[in-house]
């Protein structure tokens, strides 16, 4: 019989959305998916910088994300080779800006 631990690791793989990075919780969420963007793999950035857009629906998290200075750390990802990363770069900052907290 299968460990009941190896259990509970493989129903948690199952539930991981594979276009997401995984997130941290509290408030080391925000700075540690922007760490994640310093890989050069497009694929992992697309993934981290998806798992932002549902974090910035939370003002306190799209608060932290413009006051921890990590908008500046976009201007990079919007220079990106790779068409996804630029793209999902837009709809990041496209969240941001449209809430009173990114304007």
């Known amino acids: ?3 009941p631990q190896n259990q509970r690791e493989d129903s948690y793989l199952i539930l991981m959305d594979p276009n997401r990075a995984p997130v941290a919780f509290g408030r080391r969420a925000v700075p540690q998916l922007f760490e994640q963007l310093q ?3 497009p694929a ?3 993934r ?3 798992s932002l857009c549902d974090l910035v ?3 306190e998290r799209l608060y932290q994300t413009v ?3 990590f908008l500046e750390q976009l201007q990079v990802q ?3 080779e790779d068409d996804a990363v630029r793209s999902k770069t837009c709809e990041l900052l496209h969240l941001v800006m449209n809430h009173s907290i990114g304007r």
Request: zero cysteines.
């Open 57 to 59: 629906h939370d003002p």
């Open 67 to 69: 006051t921890g200075g």
């Open 78 to 80: 919007l220079q990106d």
């Open 48 to 50: 981290a910088l998806t």
């Open 39 to 41: 890989v050069q793999d």
């Open 44 to 46: 992992h950035k697309v």
């Open 1 to 3: 019989p299968e460990h």
